[in-house]
């Protein structure tokens, strides 16, 4: 099983709860992140990919009722 949170280069990257059984799959995902702003970082082990991500919020929007 994944670390839930792991650091790459001093940043904290949380694991997105899915053990991917083939890099072609964990890579289409991967896209669909970085797409959406994340930053990715993938690790294999026992023949497993795990794919961490981290998004810095730049923006934040308040409704008000």
């Given at each position: 099983m994944a670390e839930i949170t792991l650091s790459f280069e001093g940043k904290k990257f949380m694991w997105d709860g899915v053990e991917y059984d083939n890099e072609e799959k964990a890579s289409s995902v991967e896209k669909q992140y970085s797409e959406k702003g994340f930053e990715v970082r993938s690790c294999r082990e026992d023949g497993k990919v795990f794919l961490y991500t981290?998004?810095?919020?730049?923006?934040?929007?308040?409704?008000?009722n």
């Open positions: 981290r998004r810095v919020v730049t923006e934040i929007e308040v409704e008000q």
